[in-house]
């Protein structure tokens, strides 16, 4: 079998998530690392975990001359900069197959655009990660009920949602350097999942035409004094000065091209999830057929309590963003596995390797960089906004949201 040397470019929370999920994915080596921090102890791991022979690199261009393919998995404020110098270690001779992108593309549509100008400046095959779309959940989901939709028609209500209690890194919370709040980062998530779980079954995946937008941006929680304190002596940031949003809300509707039909994504996320830990919902509503999915509904729970709570070393191996370490707890054995992260994995390490684009590539990741800022314009109108107008396609082209220029309080602190 072919084995695709991968190289990281990061080595933070997602790097060691993806060195995980790759264990589970054949032909498969993650060869090299570079990152300003963390870059020894995850190549340590992944050497030691059989994932081979993983080399640290002092740069962008020394890794690139050493891989196949290369990820981006730094933080959203350094893509251009890292893209910019993969474009150039290939200009220099690096044969990379493919570079992959964690979401979102861009923290705004001119840098997503420029990403996907990059990446066809040099025809270097691309991989947009949105995981959700590869959970096997989701996706034996719609296999299920395909027989269902063919006869009764396709799914017309689709809900996600992606909430937790807070990222764990200051620069998400700061809105100039991450591109916003929950809906730039994990709204992208769920507009992309809806969108995929409405399209009809075999059509491609932008088949169905965006058409107008709702949204809400708000702060719920960590705007109060008490919280806003706590972010700024945790996290250094102040919701006082630059805010972002912890809660977001809103409506797509797409349209058949085929039939006309008009079809609804309803997404939901925040940061304000006090609950056991991240949870995903999905669900999906057909004429006489429907699915769900619950990511905290796990066939394993454990239970502890307070006399041997001491015991507990990290509440994060039992689940991402977990909140607490005792009580009735649920456990997600496979996490990886679970988000999709070992089928994206997967499917570029197949595309890569056979010379194209994987199932989502860069456009279709500027595609959500454009639903996502939408919905920023959106809230800020306070009213709905038409996608197929070009007026307002040719707007998105230029626009910061206020909340990513630093201007948050202007919509949410009123
Ligand atoms: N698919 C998902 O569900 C998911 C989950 C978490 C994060 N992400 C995405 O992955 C990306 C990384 O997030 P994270 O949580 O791993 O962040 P992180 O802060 O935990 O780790 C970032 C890593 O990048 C390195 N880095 C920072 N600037 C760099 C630069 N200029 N050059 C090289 N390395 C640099 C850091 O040293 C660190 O190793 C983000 O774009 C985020 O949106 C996706």
């Not at 004429?287 to 454990?302: D, I, Q, R, T």
Request: glycine residues 8%; hydrophobic residues 45%; proline residues 5%.
């Amino acid at each position: 079998m072919e084995t695709l040397k991968l190289g990281f470019i990061g080595a933070g929370f997602v790097a060691n998530f993806h060195a995980t999920a790759l264990k589970q994915v054949r032909g498969a080596d993650l060869a090299g690392v570079y990152a300003l921090k963390g870059a020894e102890e995850l190549a340590k791991s992944a050497t030691a975990s059989g994932l081979g022979d993983c080399k640290v690199y002092p740069n962008v261009a020394e890794l690139c001359k050493n891989c196949d393919a290369v990820a981006v998995l730094a933080p959203n404020f350094a893509r251009i900069e890292l893209v910019e110098q993969i474009v150039e270690a290939v200009k220099a001779g690096a044969a990379l197959k493919g570079v992959i992108c964690e979401k979102p593309l861009g923290r705004t549509v001119a840098e997503a655009k420029r990403l996907v100008a990059f990446a066809k400046e040099v025809k270097l095959p691309t991989a947009y990660f949105e995981n959700q779309i590869h959970m096997k959940a989701v996706k034996n989901a719609l296999a299920q009920l395909a027989p269902q939709q063919r006869v009764m028609g396709p799914i017309a209500l689709a809900r996600s949602a992606e909430e937790h209690a807070g990222p764990h890194e200051p620069w998400f919370w700061d809105p100039t350097q991450q591109g916003g709040g929950v809906l730039s980062d994990m709204g992208c998530h769920s507009i992309a999942v809806s969108w995929f779980v409405l399209t009809p079954i075999g059509k491609p995946v932008t088949f169905l035409k965006p058409v107008s937008i709702n949204a809400e941006t708000s702060l719920l929680k960590w705007g109060r004094p008490k919280y806003r304190k706590e972010l700024l002596d945790r996290m250094g940031v102040d919701y006082g000065k630059t805010p972002a949003e912890d809660f977001c809300t809103g409506i797509v509707t797409f349209r058949n091209p085929d039939t006309g039909q008009l079809v609804k994504a309803q997404f939901t996320n925040s940061w304000m999830y006090d609950k056991q830990g991240l949870r995903l919902l999905m669900d999906g509503l057909g004429p006489g057929y429907a699915f769900e999915v619950n990511s905290l509904k796990s066939p394993l729970e454990v239970f502890i309590a307070d006399v041997a709570a001491e015991a507990v070393a990290d509440a994060e191996t039992a689940l991402e963003k977990a909140t607490a370490s005792r009580g009735l707890l649920a456990v997600q054995p496979n996490e990886p596995d679970l988000y999709g992260y070992v089928d994206e994995l997967e499917d570029a390490r197949g595309a890569f390797l056979a010379g194209k684009d994987a199932f989502l590539n860069w456009e279709y990741g500027l595609e959500i960089t454009r639903l996502v800022q939408a919905g920023y314009l959106s809230a800020e109108r306070q009213k709905s906004i038409d996608l197929a107008d070009p007026a307002v396609q040719q707007e998105l082209d230029s626009y910061t949201s206020l909340i990513a220029q630093g201007k948050g309080a202007e919509i949410l602190c009123k």
